[in-house]
């Protein structure tokens, strides 16, 4: 067995190694991304908290509200017309 015959075998075994743990970790983030959608998709695994409209005082999930700093407002003109209640 010559010498380029032996670099060339751990040359493919050294690429078949890299191959697998780029699979390997294909596979991890496969699932984490499944794993995550999932969760997106089941509204019921991620309670969304309320908040309070500063302007009109209506109710919507904290995801939908617009923020000015930590006031919420239900859209973008009760944000601009700015808090009336308290
Ligand atoms: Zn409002």
Redesign the pocket.
């Given at each position: 067995m010559s010498i380029t015959k032996i670099l060339l075998l751990l040359f493919f075994i050294w690429l078949g190694w890299k191959i697998y743990k780029f699979y390997k970790r294909y596979q991890t983030v496969k699932k984490i991304l499944e794993q995550s959608m999932r969760e997106q998709q089941n509204p019921l695994s991620i309670p969304s908290a309320l908040c309070q409209?500063?302007?009109?005082?209506?109710h919507?999930p904290e995801k939908e509200a617009f923020f000015d700093g930590q006031t919420p407002?239900?859209?973008i003109?009760?944000k601009r017309?700015g808090s009336t209640l308290s």
């Amino acid at each position: 067995m010559s010498i380029t015959k032996i670099l060339l075998l751990l040359f493919f075994i050294w690429l078949g190694w890299k191959i697998y743990k780029f699979y390997k970790r294909y596979q991890t983030v496969k699932k984490i991304l499944e794993q995550s959608m999932r969760e997106q998709q089941n509204p019921l695994s991620i309670p969304s908290a309320l908040c309070q409209c500063a302007h009109c005082g209506v109710h919507l999930p904290e995801k939908e509200a617009f923020f000015d700093g930590q006031t919420p407002y239900c859209c973008i003109e009760h944000k601009r017309a700015g808090s009336t209640l308290s």
